[in-house]
């Protein structure tokens, strides 16, 4: 059973930064790709980036150029280092493995003035 703990929310400003980590226990796999998704009230949950096991990434349109997700395999750790960020990017993050399909619990994020 793999468990995916998030930290790294908080409040911030428009134009702020903050740095999500997901740290991932129970897994001996060196092949995995981790997500990051992250869901608004009221709206459905929405991809933000993955890596695979090599360091291949892929981001949302909305987060390129923003944020930029990175990890340490000797540590089962994801990060997310978000930049420049738009009240809009306010929500539950969320982290995601495959293969299995594991979530975390979230971590909230809040952009305003």
């Not at 400003?13 to 995995?32: D, I, K, N």
């Not at 993955?50 to 930029?68: E, L, M, N, P, Q």
């Not at 990060?79 to 995601?96: G, H, I, R």
Request: proline letters at 4%.
């Amino acid at each position: 059973q793999v468990r995916l703990v998030e930290s790294g929310g908080g409040s911030v400003q428009p134009g702020g930064s903050l740095r999500l980590s997901c740290v991932a226990s129970g897994t001996r796999r060196s092949f995995y790709v981790m997500y990051w998704y992250r869901q608004a009230p009221g709206k459905q949950r929405d991809m933000v980036a993955w890596i695979s096991s090599s360091g291949g990434t892929h981001y949302a349109d909305s987060v390129k150029g923003r944020f930029t997700i990175s990890r340490d395999n000797a540590k089962n750790t994801v990060y997310l280092q978000m930049n420049s960020l738009k009240p809009e990017d306010t929500a539950v993050y969320y982290c995601k493995y495959v293969p299995g399909d594991y979530w975390g619990q979230g971590t909230q994020v809040t952009v305003s003035s």
